[in-house]
């Protein structure tokens, strides 16, 4: 069972927010390293290279060490070129994991979907998928969809495609309702800052 993984600028700053993006690659790469499967679940503005929040879902047999080595305060020292002379150099993003029964969106029924399956595009070669193993899936009442065709089983790529729809969803649904207390995006907000787990510096990001 894949677990969501956050990385969140709570109510920090730009700087905060340069940070995420750049901390989700480094994340991402020491998951492939520790043989987990990483699969991002937000999607990153092309032109903004800052975002207050990103989440993932990630398993694998190594996900509990993975997930001691990141859960808690991570830490960029940085001067910043976004405000050139302001004094401050520390910044920080939280790294949070939560279970996807706490993360899923039971907003939405089955029947308000419309599922749809494609022959995922690919370089050509013997890892092409011969079948329609790639998923789209449309919540009727919002128009809004999310697609899936990095598995090759269409069962997995119609699970990650939910998990979108649900991310997408939850996301418009905060947009909407403000005021909503759900427990996931709650967390967004209670970043402790100090006593970083893991810190790092400058750019390109360098561990210290």
């Known amino acids: 069972m894949p677990v969501i993984l956050q990385i969140s600028s709570g109510q920090g700053p730009a700087e905060c927010r340069k940070f995420v993006p750049l901390l989700a690659e480094i994340i991402c790469r020491e998951a492939a390293q520790n043989n987990l499967q990483c699969n991002n679940l937000t999607d990153l503005p092309a032109k903004n290279r800052e975002i207050a929040s990103m989440r993932f879902t990630v398993e694998g047999e190594n996900l509990d060490a993975f997930r001691k080595c990141w859960e808690g305060t991570v830490k960029w020292i940085w001067q910043s070129t976004i405000r050139p002379h302001w004094p401050r150099k520390n910044w920080f993003v939280k790294v949070s994991f939560f279970t996807f029964e706490t993360t899923a969106d039971k907003s939405f029924k089955v029947s308000e979907l419309k599922i749809e399956t494609f022959r995922a595009s690919g370089n050509g070669g013997q890892h092409v998928n011969k ?23 269409q069962n997995r790529n119609k699970a990650l495609a939910l998990l979108r729809l649900q ?6 649904t905060e947009q909407r309702k403000i005021a909503e207390k759900e427990s996931l995006w709650l967390d967004h907000y209670n970043l402790e800052r100090g006593n970083a787990i893991r810190s790092f510096k400058g750019l390109p990001l360098k561990e210290c």
Do not use: C, F, Y
Request: glycine content about 4%; hydrophobic content about 40%.
């Open 131 to 153: 079948t329609d193993s790639a998923v789209r899936i449309i919540h009727l009442p919002t128009g809004i969809e999310a697609n899936a065709s990095e598995e090759r089983s």
């Open 167 to 172: 991310e997408k969803l939850h996301l418009v």
